[in-house]
């Protein structure tokens, strides 16, 4: 059971914005950054977003980021095929210990 | 331009001990700043955090594994070593190293998949 909680699955069409939430608390995500992660099938996790709203190099401005309280979101929009994925989102709790969540399967129908 | 690559047993038998090195190049353990982590994922299930090492020789470790697991600098200044004792049929996974420079994971190896069975 991950501390960091995130839907299991989530889906969308081609062209739609969809939003993948991760729920923490005060001791992780209230009071660290979040990041997030991009699994494709088979393949190893890669760097999506990072201090909660950041993009990588080369990571498409479809995808955005956002944390407020102790939740944070990750939101993709113009949803393509290629999105379909594993998402995770991470953080650290306060004692410096890593986290991630659950993550969230996105299927695009 | 960063890479890491990891290595070491593919299956391993109950109570082993197994010992998985992480080699890295296009950057330093020595930079302030640098850690390397080691990141696990079961067959079909969720990333867990197992430990980081720090540019400084500074270590964490996941709560629920610190009795198991240490890490270490290896023989080579580009090496990092994860070693799991005592391990079990639930230990069966996809082993990651990464680099965090900052707060999170910018690169990660290819993982090794470890499986524990008799």
């Known amino acids: ?109 | 331009q960063i890479t890491l690559r990891e290595s070491g047993p593919t299956l391993v038998k109950p109570t082993q001990n197994v010992t998985l090195t992480c080699t890295f190049s296009g950057f330093s353990l020595i930079t302030s700043g640098v850690a390397v982590g080691w990141i696990r994922q079961p067959p079909g299930k969720a990333l867990e955090w197992l430990a980081l090492i720090y540019w400084d020789g500074e270590k964490r470790y996941s709560p629920s594994l610190k009795s198991r697991v240490t890490v270490t600098r290896g023989n080579s200044k580009h090496q990092v070593v994860l070693t799991m004792t005592n391990v079990k049929p639930v230990d069966t996974a996809t082993y990651y190293c990464a680099y965090r420079h900052f707060g999170e994971f910018d690169f990660w190896g290819q993982g090794i998949l470890v499986t524990v069975s008799s």
């Not at chain 1, 990041?35 to 999506?48: E, F, M």
């Open chain 1, 1 to 109: 059971q991950s501390v960091l909680t995130q839907p299991p699955s989530a889906s969308g069409t081609p062209g739609q914005r969809v939003i993948i939430s991760c729920s923490g608390s005060s001791s992780n995500i209230g009071s660290n950054p979040v990041s997030w992660y991009q699994q494709l099938p088979g393949t190893a996790p890669k760097l999506l977003i990072y201090r909660d709203d950041l993009r990588p190099s080369g990571v498409p401005d479809r995808f955005s980021g956002s944390r407020s309280g102790t939740s944070a979101s990750l939101a993709i929009s113009g949803l393509q095929s290629e999105d379909e994925a594993d998402y995770f989102c991470a953080t650290w709790d306060d004692s410096l210990n890593g986290l991630f969540g659950g993550g969230t399967k996105l299927t695009v129908l």
